[in-house]
C-alpha cells in the first residue's frame, strides 16, 4: 500500500513538472539538481520529495544543499536556476527567487540544518512549466543499502553540480563529472559519515549530489538512482611564503572533494519533517 501512494505521489509531481518519461539514473538526479546563488556565492542542490509535510500536487518538494551556502548569506532570498522546456526540443532558463529568512526583525532561517554536518533543506514551491523532477527520500542511501550494494574503494561515481559557477549551457543544466571513492570504509556511516572523492571541486560544487555508477543506471526504466553524499568541500594545502617584505598563503588544490554520506541528508529531512508536521498537529 505504501508502494502504491508513493507511486502516486511521484506521478502527481511529475505531471506537473512536465518530465512524464523514464529516464536513465544519470538523467534523474540531473532534472533534480539546480543552481543556487545570491550576491556573495553560488553553490549547488537537489530536489527531494519527503514522505510528509508536503503537497506534491501543489509542485512543493525539499531543497537540499550545504548549509554553508545559507548560513554567510547576506540576503533574505536566494535565486534558483530553474529550467522550461520549449516545443521546439530546447530549454530556457527561468530564475526563480525563493525566500530563506522569514519576513519578520527575527530574520529567523526557513532552513532546517543538521545539528552535526553541513546539511540544510527548505522547503521549496516549483512553479508550472518548469522541467524538474524531486526525486523521492528513498534515493539518499543509508547502511543498509551500502551493505548490500558492497560500495567498496574506488566505485565509480557521478557529480552533479557548478564548479567555479559554471552551467553546462544557457539553461542552467548543471555539469556531470565521473569521481571515485577515494577513501575507506564507508561503513557504518555513524562511524565514517565524511568521504574523500578522487575529483577536482571548486567553489559552486557544494550541495552537488553523488551518484553511485552501477550496471543498470545507463538504462531507461532502471528504477530509481542511488545518491552515495553531498559535496560540502574541497581539499587543499596551504603553503605560508615568507618574503623580505611580506607574507603570502598559497592554496594548492589536491583535486579532492569533500562528501557528507547521504544518510546524514535523509537525517536533515526527518529533522524537517518533525519541525513541520508537529506544529501542525497542536
Sequence with gaps: MKRLVLAFCTWLLIDHCGAAQAEDHA???LLATVKLQHSQSAGTGFLIVPKTGIDPARGECLLVTAAHVFEPCP???????????KPDGTYQRRDVSVPIRRDNREKKPMWVRHPAFDVAVLKLSLPQGVEATPLPV???????????????????LLVFGYPARVEGNAAGFPLARHASLATYPVMPPTAY???TLDMSAHGGDSGGPVMLETIDSRNEDAGLPVILAMVVGKMQQDEKVVGLYE???LHHPLDLAIAVQSQFVRETVSLWEQAVVKPERK
Design 27 to 29: 538523467t534523474q538526479i
Design 75 to 85: 540576503d533574505d532570498a536566494v535565486t534558483v536556476a530553474l529550467r522550461v522546456p
Design 138 to 156: 528513498e534515493v539518499l542511501a543509508e547502511g543498509p543499502e551500502l551493505r548490500q550494494r558492497r560500495v567498496r574503494i574506488g566505485a565509480r
Design 193 to 195: 559519515p565524511i568521504l
Design 247 to 249: 607574507e603570502r598563503i
